[in-house]
């Protein structure tokens, strides 16, 4: 009996279309108060444009990437509201995974791999797709559900091409999760 409830406090998630409601006025929110979407990637670069300035100042004021970053923004740029938001994610992640009984510090996989080629895994996938999001000027909730909020053909591509490809590998990378 107990490991029922206990199955069963831990499988707790909010409902994927109360989630998907939630997640679209979300990004009403953001475009209403600050004029654009909500981006992860725009938090990782104030982070890192900080960085640089604090330890080689003299190669920030050289550098493109953190001059064209740092024009646009006003002050300081660990004040970006993204610095927030992002603060804000991984707060309300950890949070709901303690109040639902789900933290656990584990490494999930199967066992057909190993923890630490499912770490490797994960890095280099992270890796890729924060290269990949710099390529094309923002990750893809600036590109698809930005894009896609204010009907532009860009952003359904972009999600059509998101989904696509991880569809088309997921074959080929399926050993490695499931």
Known sequence: M?????????????????????????VIAAFYTSGRGPG?????????????????????ASSGFVAEYREPLPGHPLRSWLVFQMMGL??????S????????????????????????MALGGGILFGFGSQLGR????GAALSGMSVLSLGGFITMVSIFG?????AWFFR????
Do not use: M
């Open 2 to 26: 107990e490991s029922n409830r206990t199955e069963s406090r831990e499988n707790r998630y909010l409902n994927p279309y109360l989630g998907g409601v939630l997640l679209g006025l979300v």
């Open 40 to 60: 992860a990637t725009g938090a990782l670069k104030g982070l890192i444009v900080t960085g640089v300035e604090a330890v080689v100042p003299e190669a920030a």
């Open 90 to 95: 991984i707060t309300g992640g950890f949070l």
């Open 97 to 120: 995974g303690a109040f639902a009984g789900r933290l656990k510090f584990r490494i999930e996989h199967n066992y057909r791999i190993t923890s630490e080629r499912r770490l490797l």
């Open 138 to 141: 923002g990750c893809t909730s």
């Open 165 to 169: 490809t991880a569809f088309a590998l």
């Open 175 to 178: 050993k490695n999760w499931i």
